[in-house]
């Protein structure tokens, strides 16, 4: 496919490290092979490629960082107004220096809207990729709700397009926000040449681990109560005697860690349950080489797990709850399995009724791995993208979506 832009300015006002790290590489990289020029402002050293790869959600990327996001919520917010300052003295000083910019691709933030004035005066293209919306419940509820949606209202309908990871995430903005520009549904997504491994990178993974002979439920990500690892811990802990068959591999770590971490010790279960803590990201391919199926007990009900695209990526087969954007992108007993959202002992139920059956486990596996293989690979995000702007620059409808099973 002929390429039709030549660079692109991705704009993020996050700390571009843990999932949004991965998330920015994987679109900058993609684009990249396919020829475009990729530049990336973000917030003062927050440059995804240089700030912290590791897997930790609660560690900031530059102490400055900590300490405003202790802020009480009116302050911090304040703040993130204010930036739009920054934001705009730093975009208007790279617009008059790039007369060959195609478009911006900014990962939308609340409270930004100098960033799509700019474009808009300018007469540059603007994409926003939504990930976080005044629409959705947050883990700090918002102070200034109704100026965010005003914001938020006015940025959605200024901007020349939108992308957004689930078509329930669009949908609810577009009845909060009607009018709002055309937009396309793209999951997240994993490539695959990042997560292929040999035989013998599995066996060393899991005798690194002490888990040979054993079936590995794995887990991969943050240890906060919105992904409620630790709950499941607690509710399978006690059917793990019965399961001797069954470890589970833990990776990542959050808040819930050094509670979940005392339990385990407690309960005497750390040959069973097995927690890595923080790894970078360039260890994860190697841990997910040790597991035979993976776990995901909770998620954002309008989110996109990038997990869930990278167990799936090694042939891993997940079991997840049932939210809509995992039904966009799972098949029930074909790429995977769900349960009831919100119902852990169900999640439990699954893991141990699928531990047991090694031939559904291969099969599920590889099927898994061969749909991120043909639709969700960061390429096929990309590709996407750049037909979208193509149909921007036309005035063609773009309100599609990418469900494919």
Known sequence: ????????????????KAVEGVHIRGVTDALRAEGVTVDIISVPGADPYSSPKAMSPTRQARPWMGVINKLPEPLFELVEVLYNLVAGWRLLAYLRQHRDLAFIYERYSLF????????????MPMILEVNDSATVERVRPLFFKR????????????????VFVSGVFRDRALAAHPGMAPAIVTPNAANIDKFTFTQAQRDDARRRYGLEGHVVCGYLGAFVPWHAIDRFVYQIADRLQQEPHLKLLLVGDGSTYPALHAFVEDRGLSERVVLTGRVSH???????????????PSAGDYTSPVKLFEFMACGVPPVAPDFEPIREVLDEGRTGWMFPAGD??????????????????????????????QHRQWRNNILQLID?????????????????A
Request: charged share 25%; aromatic share 8%.
């Open 1 to 16: 496919m002929e390429t039709p832009v030549k660079r692109v300015l991705y704009h993020h006002r996050t700390q571009g």
């Open 112 to 123: 930004m809207f100098l960033p799509t004035w700019l474009a808009r005066m300018r007469g």
């Open 147 to 162: 100026l965010a949606m005003a914001i938020e209202r006015w940025t959605f309908r200024n901007a020349d397009g939108l």
């Open 282 to 296: 360039d260890e994860v391919p190697g841990l997910l080489a040790a597991m035979d199926m993976a776990v995901l």
């Open 344 to 373: 852990m002992e169900a999640a439990v139920a699954s893991v141990l009724k699928y531990s047991r059956d090694a031939e559904s486990l291969q099969r599920i596996g590889a099927n898994a791995r061969a749909y991120i293989t």
């Open 388 to 404: 979208f702007h193509r149909a921007i620059g036309r005035g063609t409808s773009a309100q599609t979506d990418t469900r494919t």
